[in-house]
T-cell receptor
């Protein structure tokens, strides 16, 4: 079982729709969770992070975390063609100690928003 | 936000040679990490670059193959030694100030092709 799993997609949604991206992780002790966006040929950029169960909203983006189910998701409302990119889920296993700051990435989900 | 540069941005190398990649940050940062992203794949952590001491390598990566230096808080190098075509990848440095979760960024990456 991979440590961080994502559906590779591609996920195709029409402009204006809600895109839902999902991620599961295997280490129940994982502490913090991140979503990165990576445009083709570019390096990843941090969109959101979440530590606590529940929802966290930032503009059109909502991160959702369910630690009991070991599941984290990213919702993108009012999707735009400029949102077309690969979305990477990343997990930090340990808030302290030797794993501090280290992220384990999923394989990414390709999102295409079509006009 | 911090400005990160990597040199070279890309290179084509012959099998058996070595290449040193530089990561320069315009401010002091606590944590620097080196990742590899193979074609069509996600990011894999190679090592944590520790200032003033040896790097901490992840499983599957060894110092003889990927020596890392971090002489100060703004600079690190990763050397890919005795290269083979399997080393063809994008190599990225990532920084984190260790305190503010928002302040983590990837460098632009170095695209390496080994013939």
């Amino acid at each position: 079982q991979k440590e961080v799993e994502q559906n590779s997609g591609p996920l195709s949604v029409p402009e204006g729709a809600i895109a839902s991206l999902n991620c599961t992780y295997s280490d129940r002790g994982s502490q913090s969770f991140f979503w990165y966006r990576q445009y083709s040929g570019k390096s990843p950029e941090l969109i959101m992070f979440i530590y606590s169960n529940g929802d966290k909203e930032d503009g059109r983006f909502t991160a959702q975390l369910n630690k009991a189910s070991q599941y984290v998701s990213l919702l993108i409302r009012d999707s735009q063609p400029s949102d077309s990119a690969t979305y990477l889920c990343a997990v930090n296993k340990d808030a302290g100690g030797t794993s501090y700051g280290k992220l384990t990435f999923g394989q990414g989900t390709i999102l295409t928003v079509h006009p | 936000s911090a400005v990160i540069s990597q040199k070279p941005s890309r290179d084509i190398c012959q099998r058996g040679t070595s290449l040193t990649i530089q990561c320069q940050v315009d401010s002091q940062v606590t944590m620097m990490f080196w990742y590899r992203q193979q074609p069509g794949q996600s990011l894999t952590l190679i090592a944590t670059a520790n200032q003033g001491s040896e790097a901490t390598y992840e499983s599957g990566f060894v110092i003889d193959k990927f020596p890392i230096s971090r002489p100060n808080l703004t600079f690190s190098t990763l050397t890919v030694s005795n290269m083979s075509p399997e080393d063809s990848s994008i190599y990225l440095c990532r920084i984190f100030d260790g305190v503010d979760t928002d302040t983590q960024y990837f460098g632009p990456g170095t695209r390496l092709t080994v013939l």
